[in-house]
């Protein structure tokens, strides 16, 4: 796909790679913030390039979203965006979720994994002692415990 221009076809093939979750004129406005991103013109946008937006840099999931995003093309960057729409499935959510939460692609979600992701959505609001009680009370709750490798299933 050619970055200077997006052919009709090539909007209705972005729209049909993310399940039609985008309109053709949301497809438009996400590639011309792609463009913007792409800063060196060469079809991808790398994780530099995504701290330059505030909002993503001041996520505290940026990190972890970042080795999820670094490096993707147009298509695969819209169709990595469905997932956030209203209109995407549960399942496509829970997906990303796990994702998140697996931040080794081990296809497995371990106790630790899930400590790290609470250090990073609570920084130093909760104390580690504090973490480990209340991720082992969820877990013991749910029927796991702290040695119990979580997945994909058990997020459904």
Do not use: W
Not at 55 to 68: H, I, T, V
Not at 86 to 95: D, F, L, P, T, V
Request: glycine share 4%; charged share 25%.
């Amino acid at each position: 796909m050619l970055l200077q221009c997006l052919t009709q076809y090539d909007i209705e093939d972005v729209q049909e790679h993310c399940n039609n979750l985008f309109t053709q004129q949301e497809i438009v406005s996400l590639y011309e913030r792609f463009c913007q991103l792409d800063r060196n013109s060469e079809g991808f946008i790398y994780a530099d390039e995504f701290l330059s937006v505030p909002e993503f840099a001041m996520n505290p999931l940026s990190q972890r979203l970042l080795k999820m995003v670094d490096g993707l093309n147009f298509k695969d960057l819209v169709a990595f965006l469905s997932t956030f729409s209203a209109n995407a499935s549960m399942q496509q959510k829970i997906e990303l979720i796990f994702k998140v939460y697996d931040s080794d692609c081990n296809g497995k979600v371990r106790f630790n994994d899930i400590i790290e992701m609470l250090r990073d959505l609570t920084g130093s609001f909760i104390s580690d002692k504090q973490r480990v009680e209340v991720l082992n009370q969820v877990l013991h709750e749910a029927g796991y415990t702290k040695d119990s490798l979580l997945l994909l299933d058990d997020f459904i």
